[in-house]
């Protein structure tokens, strides 16, 4: 039997300071069932040493299948995960950001409940996680505010829609045509799932939020757009989805 592999796509901006230490948890991360991983690091064009970093990881462990790519510009988070979208060979894929706020030991439970259930779609919820902390109130009150536009538009039960730890079957992300640039990925992709017809299960993640000083991006601005995509996909026409 042709062992499984799990494709990590890793979107990076800026991240010179974390890049290296989330690329080696990512590494040492060993999956459930010997599935091997693949590691997709699509650099957002940054202007810091977020490349050096990443070279210096690929000398220091040639022993890791990582593809690395480098966008002719930058373009944004939905754009650098598009192309990594188009180097995916796994049988699942998730995101991973490039900063520390996620543990990569939590992908064997999305794993195994993939495994377990055929799954499509599986999302890991920091919400659901009770132990966990949250950097700021803005940004706990617009995660759960997006998560409730999304379960009432889409009929769903998300406690944390725009969670980073979103894992799909790779031939369902592959089908879905995605236009999205910025941050607007989650939304978007979270919302054509739901238009295709699937109810998106969640388990807890864990979560170690850093501040805007350590180089948090996201804002209030990136919420109204997330909002206005969900209003949007709701009601557009489903031959556009597909």
Known sequence: MKQQTLSIIIPAYNEASTIFRLLEKVHHTRLVHDIRKEIIVVNDCSKDNTEEE???????????TLVYHKQP????????????????????????????????????????????????????????????????????????????????????????EPTCYKMFDSGLLRSIPLKSTGFEFCPEVTAIVCRRGY????????????????????????????????????????????
């Open 54 to 64: 990443i070279l210096r990881f690929t000398e220091t462990y040639p022993d890791c």
């Open 199 to 242: 109810k998106i299960p969640e388990l807890p993640i864990r979560y170690y939020p850093r501040s805007i000083e350590e180089g948090k991006k996201i804002n209030w601005k990136d919420g109204l757009i997330a909002i206005w995509v969900l209003v949007k996909i709701r009601f557009a026409n489903k031959h556009s989805l597909e």
């Open 73 to 160: 510009h930058n373009q944004g988070k939905g754009a650098a995960i598009r192309a990594g979208i188009q180097k995916i060979t796994g049988n699942w894929t998730i995101i991973q950001d490039a900063d520390l706020e996620y543990n990569p030991e939590d992908y064997n439970p999305l794993l195994e409940w993939m495994i377990e259930n055929d799954g499509k779609v599986i999302y890991g919820s920091r919400f659901l996680n009770k132990t966990n902390k949250h950097s700021y109130q803005s940004f706990y009150l617009g995660g759960r505010l997006l998560s409730i536009v999304t379960n009432l538009l889409y009929g769903q039960h998300l406690t944390d």
